[in-house]
């Protein structure tokens, strides 16, 4: 089975170039301190999101994350590489995510 360690790092070196040449969407993430754990069945990791930049990428979950993300290793790669919509990955209930709202709307900017 493949591990998503390395596409999800892909993922957030993504997110940390978007964020350098996106003053607009680093101004929205400035001072924003949240934690998400990454479950995909056979595989767990957990990052938090502080001040703009993703730190402490881990494989493991951590206790009382602000968001919980659960799909698959399949779904989550699709949404990586662009095959699959998030948007349209949520609606079909591709994966689900935990949270409050406010919260949940920082995900998008992962994508």
Not at 18 to 46: A, C, F, P, Q, W
Not at 81 to 94: C, I, N, S
Request: zero cysteines; glycine letters at 6%.
């Amino acid at each position: 089975m493949m591990t998503m360690y390395l596409a999800i790092q892909g993922m957030i070196d993504k997110f940390h170039r978007k964020v350098d040449n996106d003053e607009k969407t680093r101004e929205k993430l400035e001072g924003v301190v949240k934690t998400m754990n990454i479950d995909l069945g056979t595989e767990h990791y957990s990052i938090k999101l502080d001040n703009a930049r993703i730190t402490d990428y881990k494989e493991g979950m951590i206790d009382a994350a602000d968001i919980l993300f659960t799909s698959t290793p399949d779904i989550l790669l699709a949404m990586i590489d662009g095959t699959l919509r998030p948007m349209k990955a949520y609606f079909t209930k591709k994966f689900t995510v935990k949270g409050k709202f406010e919260d949940l709307m920082y995900l998008k900017n992962l994508f």
